[in-house]
């Protein structure tokens, strides 16, 4: 399999190639040639397979032309070690808990299988001294930091926007030490993930070391995050309830989402998505006027959606090019709505004292997405709980008057001692950095 560049402007290269790199030369995003799709009977087959037989079947359709069939599957199931359930929340609405890994975030699949694969074609080419770039508004710096922990021959640095991430999010990649080191810079999340797109195009850096990303613009740390999409149809299917799919996905980067495409175009049949933004609303701006228009991001509730320049919005466009015309068509598929933190603490505060589950900010905008989409007798909604509420006890327990438990996992990270490296957002002071190590 060729994966190509969304801006067309460099040769297709092998998926080690596209992992290795993580960016195209021409600072598009790669995407494979094509997307395999699974036969009816297959997906029919689904609900009788474990989360880790559902996730190798996955990946066969994505990797399989490229790895051999054993190892994948080796590297899946090292993978997982944990499940997503879904649960019901309200009648035909149900969360997809993806908090259950080892940071309680759902990039812990895309984290940890990457790690591996990375780790795979490293061995495979005989390197001993590669560098991970990742910026991260939250959740995905602790999940490839703890996926990449003690790896041999990788380095990792993760960038984080400077008292922007909660305090034990920020405790979850800036405590371990080892491999792994935190830079702290002054700025947004677009500015770390501009330092790293910067960086990957920057010569003298690259002749000085060797770089990759872990961001979703990696292909090794997006599509694996399909898995989700194809085990809750599975759980559903069980119930009988799988017959129309409509998902809710809080988007910021909108790798998730894409993963969620790319399981639509391999056949699993979801009817619709809906993207929930918080105030950095660029993709339902694009919806409404056809125009995508970047811009700065602000600060919310819900940190990790915290993106004006999302990366995936490329792959989006990519996946409806051959459509006559791409913005209805877009339009057609995914619908969106914007949530300011008022509105995200009220949908807290009422399906906790309606229902008793207890909502992340994200969540909330995702089950609030969900509710907005106005969801027919026939459908069935599944929004996708993407981190444990105590990673923002704080602003949860503030909102809901409550004082929720810390999971042994988190408070394990919290013992650790904080050790960043605190860089100002201009590229010239990340490039002297990296040219020091």
């Known amino acids: 399999?060729?994966?190509?560049?969304?801006?067309?402007?460099?040769?297709?290269?092998?998926?080690?190639?596209?992992?290795?790199?993580?960016?195209?030369?021409?600072?598009?995003?790669?995407?494979?040639?094509?997307?395999?799709?699974?036969?009816?009977?297959?997906?029919?087959?689904?609900?009788?397979?474990?989360?880790?037989?559902?996730?190798?079947?996955?990946?066969?359709?994505?990797?399989?032309?490229?790895?051999?069939?054993?190892?994948?599957?080796?590297?899946?199931?090292?993978?997982?070690?944990?499940?997503?359930?879904?649960?019901?929340?309200?009648?035909?609405?149900?969360?997809?808990?993806?908090?259950?890994?080892?940071?309680?975030?759902?990039?812990?699949?895309?984290?940890?299988?990457?790690?591996?694969?990375?780790?795979?074609?490293?061995?495979?080419?005989?390197?001993?001294?590669?560098?991970?770039?990742?910026?991260?508004?939250?959740?995905?710096?602790?999940?490839?930091?703890?996926?990449?922990?003690?790896?041999?021959?990788?380095?990792?640095?993760?960038?984080?926007?400077?008292?922007?991430?909660?305090?034990?999010?920020?405790?979850?990649?800036?405590?371990?030490?080892?491999?792994?080191?935190?830079?702290?810079?002054?700025?947004?999340?677009?500015?770390?993930?501009?330092?790293?797109?910067?960086?990957?195009?920057?010569?003298?850096?690259?002749?000085?070391?060797?770089?990759?990303?872990?961001?979703?613009?990696?292909?090794?740390?997006?599509?694996?995050?399909?898995?989700?999409?194809?085990?809750?149809?599975?759980?559903?299917d069980r119930m009988g309830k799988a017959g129309e799919m409509v998902v809710c996905v809080p988007s910021g980067n909108f790798g998730n989402i894409t993963a969620g495409l790319f399981a639509a175009r391999m056949g699993l049949p979801i009817k619709r998505f809906v993207a929930a933004n918080n105030r950095n609303d660029v993709f339902l701006e694009y919806l409404n006027t056809g125009k995508y228009t970047p811009r700065p991001s602000v600060s919310t509730i819900a940190n990790a959606m915290d993106v004006g320049d999302p990366s995936n919005f490329a792959r989006i466009l990519d996946l409806f090019k051959a459509n006559e015309d791409v913005h209805k068509a877009i339009c057609s598929k995914i619908s969106a709505y914007r949530y300011t933190d008022e509105q995200i603490a009220q949908t807290m505060q009422t399906v906790y004292s309606e229902t008793g589950y207890i909502l992340d900010p994200h969540g909330a905008c995702g089950y609030q997405g969900l509710i907005d989409s106005k969801l027919t007798a026939t459908e069935t909604g599944v929004f996708l709980e993407t981190a444990h509420p105590a990673k923002f006890k704080e602003t949860v327990d503030k909102i809901l008057s409550s004082d929720i438990e810390i999971p042994a996992k988190l408070q394990a990270f919290m013992k650790g001692t904080k050790q960043s490296v605190e860089l100002d957002k201009d590229f010239v002071g990340f490039k002297a950095f990296l040219l020091r190590q």
């Open 1 to 236: 399999m060729k994966y190509y560049s969304t801006n067309g402007q460099v040769a297709p290269v092998s998926l080690e190639e596209a992992v290795v790199k993580g960016l195209a030369g021409d600072k598009g995003l790669f995407m494979p040639e094509k997307i395999a799709t699974l036969s009816k009977s297959t997906i029919d087959g689904l609900k009788d397979k474990s989360f880790r037989e559902i996730a190798c079947t996955v990946a066969r359709a994505f990797f399989g032309e490229d790895i051999e069939p054993d190892t994948l599957d080796a590297l899946v199931k090292d993978t997982l070690s944990f499940e997503t359930p879904v649960v019901p929340v309200r009648k035909n609405c149900y969360s997809l808990e993806l908090f259950h890994g080892p940071t309680l975030a759902f990039k812990d699949v895309g984290g940890r299988f990457m790690a591996r694969l990375l780790g795979y074609f490293i061995k495979k080419q005989g390197l001993n001294d590669v560098n991970v770039l990742v910026a991260t508004s939250g959740d995905t710096g602790s999940a490839v930091a703890n996926g990449f922990l003690g790896v041999p021959g990788i380095r990792v640095f993760v960038l984080y926007p400077k008292g922007k991430v909660s305090p034990i999010q920020e405790c979850q990649f800036t405590t371990l030490g080892q491999n792994i080191t935190a830079l702290e810079v002054d700025g947004t999340f677009d500015d770390c993930q501009a330092l790293v797109k910067n960086a990957f195009m920057d010569e003298t850096l690259n002749n000085h070391m060797a770089l990759t990303s872990a961001n979703s613009i990696n292909v090794a740390r997006f599509l694996p995050q399909s898995f989700y999409y194809f085990n809750a149809y599975a759980q559903l």
